[in-house]
């Protein structure tokens, strides 16, 4: 059975950087058949996916237009976890942060199990 | 942007048939996925590729999706299916989520 746990701190000052890891049991990072992803969610913005990374002889990184000038998404072998990193946060970004397990099939056939615990991020000085 | 459309909030009795829809353009095309949230719980998976079940998920949840709109159904509603259902489905490497609807037994 699969589980994620998220780890990283719950406060981050307005214009400093967000930061959390997700290590994972029962799969593996570099794994061919899934990918790895951050999503976040918040009363105003609700379910928002944040980008992934994922391993296909090489890795592969995508985010999200919204965030794509802020955000990293590194994953890291040796410890079998990924991590996120958003740069400048405001207010705005204050939410709780899912990793969340992607099943890829051929084609677009993905979707997401498991979810991690969340994370709940307040920026606030 | 691609974006997905559902009902703030559906009402059931229990016993009853609860369906949930999720409309986005020529949905169809693509595959939906269904999320359950509970409060102060992350998101559970109870329906991929449109139609089918996680295992360990009851029978009773069931999906469809055709031409502009998908479907949640659950049949035979239970108290324990009181939650938030998100709808998700891929467009362009991009992951979108509806809105969300608030499921309420009565």
């Known amino acids: 059975q699969v589980q994620l746990q998220q780890s990283g701190p719950g406060l981050v000052r307005p214009s400093q950087t967000l930061s959390l890891t997700c290590a994972m049991s029962?799969?593996?990072?570099?794994?061919?058949?899934?990918?790895w992803n951050w999503i976040r969610q918040s009363p105003s913005r609700g379910l928002e996916w944040l980008g992934r990374t994922y391993h296909r002889s090489k890795w592969y990184i995508d985010y999200a237009i919204s965030v794509k000038s802020r955000i990293t998404i590194n994953p890291d072998t040796s410890k079998n976890q990924f991590s996120l990193q958003l740069n400048s946060v405001t207010p705005e970004d204050t939410a709780v942060y899912y990793c969340?397990?992607?099943?890829?099939?051929?084609?677009?056939?993905?979707?997401?199990?498991?979810w991690g615990q969340g994370t709940l991020v307040t920026v606030s000085s | 942007s691609y974006e997905l459309t559902q009902p703030p909030s559906v009402s059931v009795s229990p016993g009853q048939t609860a369906s949930i829809t999720c409309s986005g353009d020529k949905l169809g095309s693509k595959y939906a996925s269904w999320y359950q949230q509970k409060p102060g719980q992350s998101p559970v998976l109870v329906i991929y590729?449109?139609?089918k079940r996680p295992s360990g998920i009851p029978e009773r949840f069931s999906g469809s999706n055709s031409g502009n709109t998908a479907t949640l159904t659950i049949s035979g509603t239970q108290a324990m299916d009181e939650a938030d259902y998100y709808c998700?489905?891929?467009?362009?490497?991009?992951?979108?989520f509806g809105g969300g609807t608030k499921v309420t037994v009565l």
């Open positions: 029962g799969d593996s990072v570099s794994s061919n058949s899934a990918a």
């Open positions: 969340v397990r992607e099943i890829v099939e051929a084609g677009s056939n993905n979707w997401f199990d498991p």
């Open positions: 590729q449109d139609s």
């Open positions: 998700q489905a891929w467009d362009s490497s991009t992951a979108v």
